[in-house]
Nanobody, 118 residues
Framework: QVQLVESGGGLVQPGGSLKLSCAAS????????MSWYRQAPEKERELVAV????????NYADAVKGRFTISRDNAKNTVYLEMNSLKPEDTAVYYC???????????WGQGTQVTVSS
């Protein structure tokens, strides 16, 4: 059974930091690209960051470049999103997504709420 379980969300003040985790099981994690998406109220879900299966060079949305860092630990089947200098506009539900090398196969987590507010 495939599972992606996000954790680490919460309420943080502007300028603060959070680190999200996404623990994966039920598939060969090391073969999958991993990504983080977010969805704010009444907005489309958007890609935040993506990291290749073996780690290395990641890609980021322009809105988070220089503030967010995606990383992964294939030994722990976990992907992370470190978020610094948080802004109110970063408020959203954050989801992790696993994308298979097999076209059309992917999995979503259930999401974790991040709220940036004073």
């Amino acid at each position: 059974q495939v599972q992606l379980v996000e954790s680490g969300g919460g309420l943080v003040q502007p300028g603060g930091s959070l680190k999200l985790s996404c623990a994966a099981s039920g598939f060969t994690f090391s073969l999958y690209f991993m990504s983080w998406y977010r969805q704010a109220p009444e907005k489309e879900r958007e890609l935040v960051a993506v990291i290749p299966s073996a780690g290395g060079a990641a890609n980021y949305a322009d809105a988070v470049k220089g503030r967010f860092t995606i990383s992964r630990d294939n030994a722990k089947n976990t992907v992370y999103l470190e978020m610094n200098s948080l802004k109110p506009e970063d408020t959203a539900v954050y989801y992790c997504k696993a994308v298979s090398p097999v076209p059309g196969r992917f999995y979503w987590g259930q999401g974790t709420q991040v709220t940036v507010s004073s």
